[in-house]
């Protein structure tokens, strides 16, 4: 492949909700460009983009991934993102990196959960937008309808830069709103077309169109502006140029109409992409750290070499990849990197440009590209690559948090030193994506972003650490507390010839303040206790906390005072004082009404209106509190507070009581009490595990 200069490279993040035609969309692009012979096709397992067996099998893509395309003298870095919910928040590397994201809407159904989803990500990241409407040649599709609700939903912004002429299964032309010409696309899928000048009704409405465009250009940009006003429109030249400005500054929303099954509308959308959508270094300011304190860098081959690495891939028959963007400065091979991560060094002996499940090796990237290396040592997701003497860190991707837990066990007691092994690479290749061994409830508890996340990443744990699991609910961390002062004293004597043991303790507890924790003093006065037992005593609390005392559960959120006691001049000891200690506290507890506290979780849920019924009557049989509703374009959001106790497998619930268009976050919130009648059936279960 030839050298591509920065101003040369474009970087399009395909995004959207599942069964909008993403991977399509690439595959007409690939075809179109001359990247293949031949598209491929989902139901046949042949496409670039969707190359594992396990995409090919579940028909999804579960992997972001990156292709490459050559347009005139262009370069277009593809990435096609996953819509899958379980797998959306993939998109999170991607948004990052781009330089512009296309976000694709069905033609039929409109705005979903996953475009407000996908969104998010690209406002977050202060990504460059445009819209693909695709499926215009299905029977019951309507670009303007479509058009009409994105306007409504992400503003006057969206605006059409190519519109149809035809719809439904005749859909094969459209009318260039910037071009003002008429295109003809063929129906032998190759996407070869014709154009000619406009006519009739369609060229009045393409002139309607230009005039909103065209304000919409002025408005972002004093000059223009003040030309507007003054001559009432503006030159073909300024109108290119106020365009480009425009959407970099993500003023302008562009939207185009395709089929990507028949391979129209695919050649107008890459005339606009390759004339009017931002180079890498069209983007502004890109945000540094150097020394903990933020700093605004350029992409540009003016400066010292910088790496990103956004994802880690390890389906490629190459082993793992680290692939990466180039932030500043020119990379060729042989260079030593310094990884400001782990501040270990990394030798880069051959450069590749990544190509679905391929790669291409290159003599050297510009900034602003997408490249990838194999094997590197010391390197993952999220990490920094600069040259020696380079102090320049990227901040890291935020990935959204997960929505579901399972407690795994290995199948054999022999695997468990393989499990964590291969949990651990699992997580490093995919960050939405946990895995914690928890000390307190003695389980080993994954996270993800949903059943199929999980299972499809146990599937790879099996076929590359040969590590089997058996899943289990997870235990939840409930916590022990008082609700009342209360006093006990403890006597501990132990005889049995030779040296006893001895310990008297005298001790009050009262509720403390919530996340105060465990928190010990002593008030002793006069001899009755040396006060070198101090110690000893609050070991013993301190282990009797840990432990728990009413259900096996953490105690929190209490105040200990040792303040008397007694002692033996012989049989006094530390292990004698460590054991009145716990001794004492339980005592203190029977009295001081201890309840079990529980994690609270604050709970989004964005569906669509007509489960609001549903969805609100649910939350309220897991213990729920509704706290707040809003809405977002035609989507409900409900916000409440549940238990965690009560969320197990909630996403599996939602997505049954929503036909699968049903999102949701959970994100711990606070611990709360426990109602009496679950304390009872918590304690009743504890005293059965322990007496078996």
Not at 497 to 502: K, S, T, V
Not at 571 to 592: N, P, Y
Request: proline share 4%.
């Amino acid at each position: 492949m030839k050298e591509f200069q920065t101003d040369e490279i474009r970087n399009i993040a395909f995004l959207g909700h599942a069964g909008t035609g993403k991977t399509t969309i690439v595959e007409a692009i690939l075809h179109y460009t001359g990247a293949t012979s031949k598209m491929g096709k989902i139901d046949e397992g042949n496409t670039k983009s969707d190359y594992t067996d396990i995409e090919k099998e579940k028909k999804h893509s579960l992997n972001s991934t990156v292709l490459v395309a050559e347009h005139k003298k262009y370069k277009i870095n593809i990435f096609d993102t996953p819509g899958y919910l379980d797998f959306v928040n993939d998109s999170k590397s991607i948004t990052r990196v781009a330089d512009m994201g296309m976000i694709i809407v069905h033609a039929e159904h409109g705005c979903e959960v996953g475009t407000d989803l996908v969104y998010k990500f690209v406002e977050e990241d202060n990504l460059p937008l445009g819209f693909i409407v695709n499926h215009i040649d299905r029977d019951k599709s309507d670009f303007d309808k479509v058009v009409e609700e994105l306007q409504e939903t992400y503003g006057n912004g969206a605006v059409p830069f190519v519109i149809p002429v035809t719809q439904h299964a005749s859909f094969s032309k459209v009318a260039d709103v910037i071009t003002q010409k008429i295109y003809t696309f063929s129906l032998d899928g190759k996407g070869t077309m014709d154009s000619e000048e406009l006519t009739g009704d369609i060229k009045d409405k393409v002139e309607s169109i230009r005039e909103k465009l065209m304000e919409s250009v002025a408005e972002s940009d004093e000059a223009l502006l003040e030309k507007f006003f003054e001559e009432g429109s503006l030159s073909d030249e300024e109108l290119m140029t106020g365009i480009n400005k425009a959407i970099a500054t993500r003023q302008l929303f562009p939207i185009f109409p395709l089929s990507a099954t028949t391979n129209v509308g695919t050649g107008t959308f890459l005339e606009a992409a390759t004339s009017y959508f931002p180079a890498p270094d069209q983007r502004g300011a890109i945000m540094g750290l150097k020394g903990g304190e933020k700093v605004e860098m350029k992409i540009s081959d003016n400066d010292k070499l910088s790496l990103f690495v956004f994802k880690t891939n390890a389906e490629s028959h190459a082993g793992e990849l680290s692939i990466f963007k180039v932030m500043t400065g020119k990379l060729l091979p042989g260079v030593d990197l310094n990884n400001q991560n782990s501040g270990k060094s990394e030798k880069i002996s051959q450069i590749f440009i990544p190509n679905g499940k391929e790669k291409f090796e290159v003599a050297h990237l510009h900034a602003g590209d997408i490249g990838t290396v194999a094997k590197l040592k010391s390197t993952r997701t999220n990490d920094t690559l600069t040259e020696k003497g380079f102090d320049i860190k990227y901040p890291a991707i935020q990935y959204p948090l997960p929505v579901i837990r399972e407690a795994v066990l290995p199948k054999s007691r022999a695997d468990e030193d393989k499990l964590k092994e291969g949990l651990q690479t699992l997580m490093d290749i995919d960050p939405t994506f946990s895995y914690e061994i928890d000390p307190e409830l003695k389980q080993t508890v994954i996270s993800g972003q949903g059943t199929l996340h999980l299972q499809v990443m146990l599937e790879k744990l099996k076929a590359r650490f040969n590590v089997e699991v058996n899943l289990i609910q997870p235990k939840v961390g409930f916590r022990e507390t008082i609700t009342k002062p209360g006093e006990g004293k403890y006597r501990h004597k132990k005889q049995s010839g030779g040296a006893g043991q001895f310990a008297e303790v005298w001790m009050r507890v009262r509720p403390g303040e919530p996340g105060s924790g465990v928190v010990f003093r002593d008030t002793l006065v006069g001899q009755n206790v040396d006060r070198v037992f101090v110690p000893s005593v609050e070991k013993g609390v301190k282990q009797i906390c840990e432990e728990g005392i009413v259900a096996g559960y953490k105690v929190t959120d209490i105040e200990v005072d040792f303040y008397d006691g007694k002692m033996h001049p012989v049989d006094s000891k530390d292990i004698a004082f460590q054991i009145a200690g716990r001794g004492a506290l339980k005592e203190c507890f029977a009295v001081a009404k201890p309840v079990l506290l529980e994690p609270i979780y604050n709970l989004e849920v964005t569906i669509p209106e007509e489960y609001m019924g549903d969805v609100m009557g649910d939350i309220s049989t897991r213990r729920g509190k509704v706290s707040g509703m809003d809405s977002s374009g035609k989507y409900q959001i409900i916000k409440a507070q549940v238990p965690l106790s009560e969320l197990y497998h909630y996403g599996t619930t939602l997505r049954s009581m929503t036909q699968g268009k049903g999102l949701f976050a959970q994100k711990f919130s606070h611990y709360d009490r426990v109602p009496g009648d679950v304390q009872e059936k918590i304690v009743a279960e504890s005293q059965k595990e322990k007496e078996e």
